[in-house]
């Protein structure tokens, strides 16, 4: 028996990962490093502030007009790195913003993936055999420490993200943020958790009753080899009916958020959101083209709140976009076709034609006009 973290024997090959329309082999390779990011809304193109891919504030270091701060650094790093070394505290200050650019939130990785057994789960893995091997996964910090850690950068005025795939992560990263509450009270943080593959259902309320925003990625809830070969097999029937569990985070009142994982996996949101309404890829074929737990099915308007409303609230970004309404900004986007006119299973075929950030067009399609 191979401990969690090493193919089990019998463990299927990883062939035609490249050639998959929603996640690759980047996302696992990228995600066991550390460097799955998500890319929402705007992203960095033609934006005032970034010179050769690098920040460079406006020369006063302050927004102008009503241009809002849009990008986020997230550090990813142990939250007492060199505090105590050096020791002095973090900087307190909860204005950490130039222009577009905002360094006010600590990414942690509290797990791997599931796919290589490094997502943390509250019950053993399945061997080849489907007996339960000795391996459950690992907890990349110690859950008192994540504990400790998540109150001290709640009380300095972080937002905390929280990379969590399997269950026990899952409630892991809950326990902390609960931890944080009790200590510090209520705050306006918005801590979040993303990914969100296995979720134990005694831990579905806990989202609303914490106001932890869950952060999906609409596009990895669907039928193809990492799923069908790599996880299913390996975690059993009673857990491969708790994936991905939009729809139910949903009605326990959970906000939700929605993003890309970029560039691990498509950016495009639209075949996102096709595959939260279908769970199923864009064409799909065979026995991938069945919905995998249709039940968890988001409506395409649930779908696009995440994406928008979701994803502005979650960026403290609400009160200027997310919603087209009076007094916000111009971030809009052209599309060929009205999404809510087509088929379901025509959404990923929907194209963007412009896209605009505060009236600016920063993008549009070729041979559009």
């Known amino acids: 028996m191979k401990s ?19 996640r ?24 005032p502030g970034l010179h050769g891919g690098r ?25 007492d790195h060199g505090h105590r070394r050096r020791g ?9 913003a130039a222009g577009r650019f905002r360094a006010n939130t600590v990414k942690i990785m509290q797990d791997g993936v599931a796919e290589n057994f490094t997502a943390a789960v509250l019950d ?26 998540v109150t001290r950068l709640d009380g300095e005025h ?22 944080a509450r009790a200590a510090n009270g209520p705050g306006d943080g918005r801590h979040h958790i993303a990914h969100l593959q296995l979720i134990h259902p005694d831990d579905l309320p806990r989202f609303a009753a914490l106001g932890v925003t869950a952060t999906i990625q609409g596009l990895w809830a669907a039928h193809e080899p990492q799923m069908d070969q790599l996880t299913i097999p390996f975690v059993g029937p009673e857990r491969a009916a708790r994936h991905y569990l939009f729809g139910d985070l949903l009605r ?15 950016a495009n949101p639209l ?35 995440a994406y928008t409303a979701g994803s502005a609230f979650v960026n403290h970004l609400d009160d200027v976009t997310g919603t087209i309404t009076p007094g916000k900004l111009a971030d809009l986007i052209v599309l060929d076709t009205d999404p809510f006119a087509v088929a379901a299973q025509d959404i990923a075929s929907v194209r963007v034609l412009q896209t605009l950030v505060e009236g600016e067009q920063v993008y549009q399609e070729r041979n559009s006009s």
């Open 252 to 266: 326990s009142g959970a906000r939700l958020a929605a993003g890309s994982d970029w560039a691990v996996s498509s």
């Open 158 to 179: 972080f937002q905390v993200h929280l990379h969590a795939i399997g269950d026990r992560a899952v409630r892991e990263s809950l326990d902390a943020i609960e931890a």
């Open 4 to 22: 969690a973290g090493r193919p089990l024997p019998g463990r299927p090959g990883r062939t035609g990962r490249n050639s998959q329309p929603g």
């Open 124 to 149: 053993p893995y399945l061997d080849p055999a489907g007996c339960h091997s000795r391996g459950s996964g690992l907890s990349s910090i110690d859950p008192q420490a994540l504990r400790d850690y």
């Open 88 to 96: 002095r505290q973090p900087d307190p200050r909860p204005d950490r």
């Open 271 to 305: 075949r996102a959101i096709h595959v939260a309404v279908n769970r199923a890829l864009p064409g799909a074929a065979g026995p991938e083209a069945e919905p995998f737990l249709p039940g968890q099915r988001l409506s395409l308007a649930e779908a696009l709140a």
């Open 24 to 47: 690759h082999s980047q996302r696992r390779r990228r995600g066991r490093q550390g460097r799955d990011e998500r890319r929402r809304g705007s992203g960095l193109r033609r934006r």
């Open 55 to 79: 920040f460079r504030p406006p020369d006063d270091g302050r927004d102008r007009g009503r241009r809002a701060p849009r990008h986020r650094c997230r550090r990813q790093r142990r939250p």
